[in-house]
């Protein structure tokens, strides 16, 4: 199901003199009176992993830049192919979903770096005794589809630690991981790390994580633009990726604030659901900390276009540089 979220963020201005001697006044500083309207492209649903979006809008941060950003929630790849094609400004997309589009000669670049982690799993109930991958053999995996972030975290996992398929079972068992592994449907399944390990722990049963960081540094989610739309308005992209920079930043130094805003902006989260959803934003914290937030690394991009080239994933050949630009960032 689509959900579609949209937060209006009101401007007031004022003018004031400020006596600075007998006979001397200073104008005050204003924001923009007229906002200028951006469509984001988000995947899922309104979550606190969105946080730092809706912190920009909540303190201001993007009214500050003259903008109003609409978030709009959906299917990722949907976004990149509107994104490129110039019927959204931006979207929040994985750097595997980047090079899948540009393999498909979509004209999308990647701006931002939001996640330094790639946020999937596998998750593994401690009590099966496996802690790595050469423990799978014979044992059945569980994805929630042969596609999406989850779907590509696995075939990396499979393919950098050198693991034949054949001698376990994958299956399709949609979004129903923690379900599934605490019924023992499957003895693993694909997940996101800040999701289902907290769900299970949280009701006693311990699970061992095998992150597919710890094997390979994909290009996780971040900012990513049209073409087009990043020639003829550089001053835009610039703009976004600055507030959207504040945002997250403001949210790492800021957790208590932070989640107090999501809980005014999906008020759906009870009492009861809040320390979950807290550990959920603390989790999601330390995949997005870094000394140089935004940044894109050459060599991750490199290193996610081989593994995919290697593995089938991508069939085309595309060019990396095309792909991210670190521009945005570096001259905010």
């Given amino acids: ?11 007031i201005s004022a003018m004031g003199l400020v006596a600075c001697g007998a006979n001397t006044s200073q104008e005050a500083s204003q924001p923009p009176t007229e906002l200028q309207m951006v469509r984001l492209g988000v995947g899922f649903i309104p979550n606190v992993q969105f946080a730092p979006l809706y912190v920009a809008q909540s303190k201001g941060f993007y009214a500050d830049e003259g903008l109003d950003v609409k978030i709009e929630y959906g299917f990722e790849n949907d976004f990149v192919a509107l994104a490129a094609q110039g019927e959204r400004e931006f979207a929040v997309a994985t750097g595997d979903q980047v090079i899948l589009a540009r393999g498909q000669d979509l004209p999308i670049t990647y701006v931002m770096k939001w996640y330094q982690r790639y946020p999937v799993a596998l998750m593994i109930p401690s009590s099966l005794g496996v802690t790595d991958m050469a423990g799978l053999a014979g044992k059945k995996v ?5 596609f999406g972030a989850t779907f590509v975290g696995w075939k990396a996992l499979v393919h950098v630690a050198n693991i034949d398929e054949s001698t376990l079972t994958v299956a399709d068992i949609g979004f129903t ?13 694909m997940v996101y790390i800040t999701n289902e390990p907290i769900q299970l722990r949280n009701e006693g049963i311990e699970v061992e994580v095998i992150q597919v960081s710890d094997y390979i540094d994909l290009v ?3 900012l990513v633009v049209g073409e087009k739309l990043m020639a003829d308005d550089p001053e835009l992209v610039r703009r976004m990726v600055r507030t959207t920079l504040r945002g997250l930043e403001y949210t790492i130094e800021n957790p208590d604030e932070a989640f107090a805003i999501v809980r005014d902006v999906i008020p759906e989260i009870t ?6 959803q807290r550990q959920v934003l603390d989790a999601s914290i330390e995949l997005w900390r870094t000394n140089a937030l935004g940044l894109s690394s050459q060599q991750a991009w490199e290193d996610s276009v081989t593994f995919m080239q290697e593995t089938g994933l991508l069939e085309n050949t595309v060019a990396v540089d095309e792909l991210y630009t670190n521009q945005f960032v570096e001259s905010p």
């Fill in 142 to 146: 569980g994805l929630p589809g042969f």
């Fill in 271 to 276: 009492d009861d659901e809040a320390p979950t």
């Fill in 177 to 189: 991981q923690a379900a599934a592994v605490q019924q023992g449907t499957v003895d693993a399944a």
């Fill in 1 to 11: 199901m689509t959900f579609r979220l949209t937060l209006f963020i009101l401007v």
């Fill in 220 to 222: 996780s989610n971040g």
